[in-house]
């Protein structure tokens, strides 16, 4: 019994439980009278679900949302890399990152606005700009902080310097090159949505902006709880894939 109540899944589910009935109690008080109860809010998604919204709304937004991930996978990864290995493409680079991990970006959607007009680039671009620094400077940390006894064992069994990166760097970095996606991509949904909210309102946030103009209130937090729920799903299978590719030691804790 004790092993079940401590057991991680037993956790999560208990933890779900403390924040909705904490929700459902400040919505009953109420905190404020635009704050839903977590009961009208699932009423509000279901009935969004079920008039069609929800469909019409997810492929306007998944589509620069997934775009702009798959660009700041690759070429994150890809760039942490090159810095990792090579001491001028780290001092050429970290700045920039760094820069960029630690401005206001949001404060530069009207700059990608009036470059790039209110269409799907300028979005992608938005999640882009959200998502990569945390990915590049984690995939970085990581590649050179792998242990140099390990490269020096690749290349001692004459390992080429592509085998020395795919099969010693890399394995060896995985976790904080997992740990910075996952940080890339919720911050690529947080960038997903801004775009939304900001550049065209169209796909979730044209939902919330709308809902929330009409004082919809169980609607709009429906809304903003179905991407967290999405989210969170998609952090959680990145996690799986993680422990799945690179940390088999880990599976029997699942």
């Known amino acids: ?15 779900f439980i403390l924040v909705f009935s904490a929700w459902e109690y400040a919505g009953r008080i ?12 699932m009423a509000a998604l279901w009935d969004l679900i079920m008039d069609g919204s929800m469909l019409k709304a997810y492929p306007e937004t998944l589509k620069p949302l997934a775009l ?5 996978t690759i070429f994150g990864i890809g ?22 991990q630690s401005a206001p970006l949001a404060a530069l959607i009207p700059l990608l606005v009036m470059a790039y007009g209110i269409g ?7 999640v882009c700009i959200m998502a990569m620094p945390v990915i590049v400077l984690n995939t970085f940390n990581a590649v050179r902080n792998t242990p140099h006894s390990l490269t020096e064992m690749g290349r001692a069994f004459q390992g080429s310097q592509f085998d020395i990166i795919m099969k010693i760097i890399v394995p060896s970095a995985s976790p904080l090159i997992f740990a910075g996606l996952r940080l890339g991509v919720s ?35 429906a809304a903003i709880f179905s991407i967290i729920v ?25």
């Open 1 to 15: 019994m004790a092993q079940f109540i401590v057991h991680p899944r037993t956790l999560k589910i208990l933890s």
């Open 30 to 41: 109420p905190v404020s009278p635009a704050f839903p109860t977590f009961l009208e809010t």
């Open 68 to 72: 702009g991930v798959i660009i700041s």
């Open 79 to 100: 760039s942490g890399i090159w810095m990792g290995l090579s001491r001028k493409a780290e001092w050429f680079g970290a700045p920039i990152f760094i820069v960029m």
């Open 120 to 126: 799907l680039t300028a979005k992608i671009l938005v």
């Open 187 to 221: 911050a690529g949904f947080i960038g997903a949505i801004l775009a939304e909210l900001l550049i065209t309102p169209t796909g979730i946030g044209d939902l919330i902006s709308y809902n929330q103009s009409i004082a919809e209130y169980g609607k709009m937090y």
């Open 230 to 254: 999405l989210s969170v799903i998609f952090l959680e299978l990145l996690e799986k894939a993680e422990h799945s590719l690179f940390r088999p030691d880990k599976r029997e804790s699942l």
